[in-house]
């Protein structure tokens, strides 16, 4: 699911100086832990009332509604069979409303992945679609992807691939655990092999 480009800045000479992640999906094949009864609920934290629990108050309700429409786009959710189910998320969904800017030689962002604690993962894919400045020195810059703290995958960053690129990036079930987890998404970028100012302007990252 690509995250809505309706509105954008006036372009700049467009990413000569740093990274910009022009889409971002996350897909999650899921299920029950063993003893749990299968719900639908979705990566925004928001679950379904559970048979014979007290309806939500006028107030939970207006406050979901303001929620909803804020959301221009929602999980994609496909059964995979009883119980399970494969979850696809962009950006937006995983509530990240605005451009991310990210500056320095060690720029990051970390977003937060909500889940439950009676689900397991069976399999996951990260699909991250972007473009970077031809500026970055290749072999000392690089983007990587950390879940839970954990190195998922270190991506070079070569010239040929400034334009865009396009990866996927197969996520080990181990890392996730029941309930909320953290997507890190963290810029090494250097300019000059020679002495560099940490905050210079070149050095910076658009995740939108």
Request: aromatic residues 2%; glycine residues 8%.
């Amino acid at each position: 699911m690509t995250v809505d480009q309706t509105t954008h800045p006036r372009p700049r000479p467009l990413l000569s100086r740093g990274l910009g992640v022009s889409s971002l999906a996350l897909v999650l094949a899921i299920s029950p832990v063993a003893g749990a009864s299968a719900q639908t609920t979705s990566l925004r934290g928001v679950e379904a009332v559970k048979p014979g629990a007290a309806a939500p108050s006028d107030t939970a309700l207006q406050r979901s509604a303001e929620i909803e429409s804020r959301m221009r786009t929602v999980p994609t959710v496909t059964r995979l069979g009883p119980g399970e189910r494969q979850v696809r998320a962009s950006l937006r969904d995983l509530q990240v409303r605005q451009s991310v800017r990210l500056r320095g030689v060690q720029g990051e962002v970390g977003i937060p992945i909500g889940g439950r604690e009676d689900e397991i993962l069976k399999s996951g894919v990260l699909v991250l679609d972007f473009a970077y400045s031809p500026a970055l020195l290749p072999d000392l810059s690089s983007v990587t992807v950390l879940i839970n703290d954990e190195v998922v995958r270190s991506l070079p960053l070569p010239r040929s691939g400034a334009d865009r690129t396009r990866v996927e990036i197969p996520i080990d079930p181990a890392l996730i655990v029941p309930g909320d987890n953290r997507l890190n998404l963290r810029l090494i970028g250097h300019y000059t092999r020679d002495c560099e100012d940490p905050l210079h302007s070149s050095l910076w990252a658009n995740i939108s």
